[in-house]
């Protein structure tokens, strides 16, 4: 089945540091990508995501591009804030039949950012 | 995008009973999901549910466990029941409306059963 494959956590950086964050998937086909975030007490807010192979997400300085190739979607900013800290989700959406299609999550990866 | 709100926001139970949970769209959306996030891990869908038809549940879900009704294209809930501390979890709910394949979460609703 599909499945998404991200980074272990915890990651702990200091504030303008340069961060990645990996995603790989298996999936058949040609599912969307996305990438979520979750803050401290809060429900999930979509942050970027991509449709197609080479497409890239942007949104609040983080980046992700859609990379068939190596079937993966990794995010990066290039200076984090300490207001990044925040539990980060990949996931990948793919219809199973005519309007209906599931989101199939990574496991987290939890970000630290000290000053 | 859409708004979603969900309430309670958070609740303690006790073991037994049961819980509505319930979950409002600031619009008209297709489609509405239930996830299940328990402490520390990822997302879980338990079930999709469709205005005017039947929930689809996942593997390891069941209705008679989770309950859930969608009366029209704003609003649906999610019933927790015969709770055990097990069930302990933050319940999402989530939208995606037309053409976009982006899911919408609502804040979440904190379970806690003892």
């Known amino acids: 089945g599909d499945s998404v494959t991200q980074m272990e956590g915890p990651v702990t950086l200091s504030e303008e540091a340069f961060l990645t964050i990996n995603c790989t998937y298996t999936a058949t086909g040609y599912p969307s990508l996305f990438w979520y975030v979750q803050y401290p007490g809060e429900g999930l807010q979509l942050l970027l995501k991509?449709?197609?192979?080479?497409d890239k997400g942007s949104n609040k300085g983080f980046e992700a591009t859609y990379r068939k190739e190596t079937t993966s979607f990794h995010l990066e900013k290039g200076s984090v804030q300490v207001s990044d800290s925040a539990v980060y989700f990949c996931?990948?959406?793919?219809?199973?039949?005519?309007?209906?299609?599931?989101?199939?999550f990574g496991t987290g990866t939890r970000l630290t950012i000290i000053p | 995008s859409a708004v979603i709100s969900q309430k309670p926001s958070r609740d303690i139970c006790q073991r037994g009973t049961s819980l509505t949970i319930q979950c409002q769209v600031d619009s008209q959306v297709t489609m509405m999901f239930w996830y299940r996030q328990q402490p520390g891990q990822s997302l879980t869908l338990i079930a999709t549910?469709?205005?005017?038809?039947?929930?689809?549940?996942e593997s390891g879900f069941v209705i008679d466990k989770f309950p859930i009704s969608r009366p029209n294209l704003t609003f649906s809930t999610l019933t927790v029941s015969n709770m055990s501390p097990e069930d302990s979890s933050i319940y999402l709910c989530s939208s995606r409306g037309g053409r976009t394949d982006t899911q919408y979460f609502g804040p979440g609703t904190r379970l806690t059963v003892l």
């Open positions: 991509a449709t197609k192979a080479d």
């Open positions: 996931a990948l959406s793919k219809n199973y039949n005519f309007g209906n299609e599931k989101l199939t």
């Open positions: 549910a469709n205005q005017g038809s039947e929930a689809t549940y």
